[in-house]
């Protein structure tokens, strides 16, 4: 029987390109969300991909939502950390709030998920956890001193436990996409994007969603067993480690 994956945030831009490459790869996949239930259903009656609701950045949410994932799909397998969400702000106006939300979300959210999949993994001698960071973890970006910190914590997390993982088959893996024409990216005003936006892009475009897809497909199949602790840019030549 093929694997099983699970993508968060896997309904919507980045993370609904990636379900739908891994589904086309053969994996069985179940996508979750936070709270679009209008883009959750339209998302699972064109792919046919079962999504799940809940909040990552509650632990036990997190385990429960797995359990009800594992009873109808089958043990995780394959564990893709998508989830995330920007409140920008400068430093000076930045509140606690918008500090604590992003980091409760794409910092902490990422291990409320790994934690509760971890030991089946363990047990099973084979995992894949890849979690989607950007390149404003790599390189810091003004007015995102909560994203930046969060998305460069993610790229740690991966490289410790990366270590832990490797003698029972599971590789920990992470992306950094730079500007991918999602929802997120697409809200900047047209002349933003135009005049100050893609001219930072080497090769003059944003990236599309199903090119993250690709990379995870990449990463998450057995032969890819090698490749731990990584992380792997792809943001157009914008920003080299
Ligand atoms: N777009 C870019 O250019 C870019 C660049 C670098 C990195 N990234 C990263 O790539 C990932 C996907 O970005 P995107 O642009 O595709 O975002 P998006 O279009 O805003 O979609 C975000 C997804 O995450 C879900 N989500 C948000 N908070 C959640 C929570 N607490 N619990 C569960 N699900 C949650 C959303 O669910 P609902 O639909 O229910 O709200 C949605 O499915 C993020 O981690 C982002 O930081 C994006």
Redesign the pocket.
Known sequence: MSRVALV?????????AISVALKGAGYRVA???????E??KAFADETGIPVF??????YQACVDGIADVEAKIGPIEILV??????RDAMFHKMTPQQWNEVI???LT?VFNMTHPVWSGMRDRNFGRVIT?????GQKGQMGQAN?SAA?AGDLGFTKALAQEGAAKGITVNAI??????????LAVPEKVLNERIIPQIPVGR??Q?EE?GRVVVFLASDEAGFITGSTISANGGQFFV
């Open positions: 968060t945030g896997g309904t919507r831009g980045i993370g609904a996508a979750n969300y936070a709270g679009n239930e883009k959750a609701r809940w909040d990552v950045s509650n950390n998508n989830a995330g969400i920007t409760s979300t794409n959210g989607i960071s950007s390149i404003n994203y998305k950094c996409p730079g500007y991918i024409a999602t929802e997120m990216v944003l990236g969603p993250i």
